[in-house]
């Protein structure tokens, strides 16, 4: 069985992060979204948040799984006997920051390859942090994320 794991902090769950999730787990046989788990005053929403909201995104995958972790995803990776690290490129300055991540994860886990998966067209402008920078200055961003996702953004910046 050939498994993927796809991480990121996910902090908000686009629709260009679920894009990537829907296109990637028609590739490989198990997908496994990897949720970093971080300090809560470092995100905007808890790690069982985006968790919860990345799983509600993609439960109509019947292959995909989304999982909190903390450490180094060479090591969840290795835990979740997967082969390959699925990232998204959405410009060349996502791809500098990539290859840097992609030859450090070589060094330490020479048997996990690292997959680039290509934003598509309507969401090479999305970004998390983007979301999260026009959502807290009152942009309705429901085109942007999905539905439960732009009512939790709602209601984390209810004014």
Same mark, same amino acid.
């Given at each position: 069985?050939?498994?993927? /794991?796809?991480?990121? +902090?996910?902090?908000?769950?686009?629709?260009?992060?679920?894009?990537?999730?829907?296109?990637?787990?028609?590739?490989? $046989?198990?997908? /496994?979204?990897?949720?970093?788990?971080?300090? $809560?005053?470092?995100?905007?929403?808890?790690?069982? *948040?985006?968790?919860?909201?990345?799983?509600?995104?993609?439960?109509?995958?019947?292959?995909?799984? /989304?999982?909190?972790?903390?450490? !180094?995803?060479?090591?969840?990776?290795? +835990?979740?006997?997967?082969?390959?690290?699925?990232?998204?490129?959405?410009?060349?300055? *996502?791809?500098?920051?990539?290859?840097?991540?992609?030859?450090?994860?070589?060094?330490?886990?020479? $048997?996990?390859?690292?997959?680039?998966?290509?934003?598509?067209?309507?969401? !090479?402008?999305?970004?998390?942090? +983007?979301?999260?920078?026009?959502?807290?200055?009152?942009? *309705?961003?429901? $085109? !942007?994320?999905?539905?439960?996702?732009?009512?939790?953004?709602?209601?984390?910046?209810?004014?």
């Amino acid at each position: 069985m050939l498994i993927a /794991v796809y991480p990121g +902090r996910f902090d908000p769950v686009t629709n260009g992060h679920v894009d990537i999730a829907q296109r990637t787990s028609t590739l490989f $046989e198990r997908l /496994v979204i990897a949720v970093y788990d971080m300090d $809560e005053d470092k995100c905007l929403f808890s790690t069982d *948040d985006r968790v919860s909201l990345f799983r509600d995104a993609v439960k109509h995958l019947r292959n995909v799984e /989304v999982k909190a972790f903390a450490g !180094l995803v060479v090591d969840f990776a290795r +835990r979740e006997q997967a082969k390959v690290l699925v990232r998204g490129i959405r410009a060349v300055t *996502d791809f500098e920051a990539e290859l840097d991540m992609a030859l450090m994860n070589k060094k330490m886990a020479p $048997e996990i390859e690292s997959v680039y998966m290509m934003a598509s067209l309507e969401h !090479l402008y999305v970004s998390g942090h +983007r979301i999260r920078e026009v959502a807290s200055l009152g942009y *309705d961003v429901g $085109e !942007l994320v999905p539905l439960h996702v732009g009512k939790a953004l709602e209601k984390k910046f209810a004014r």
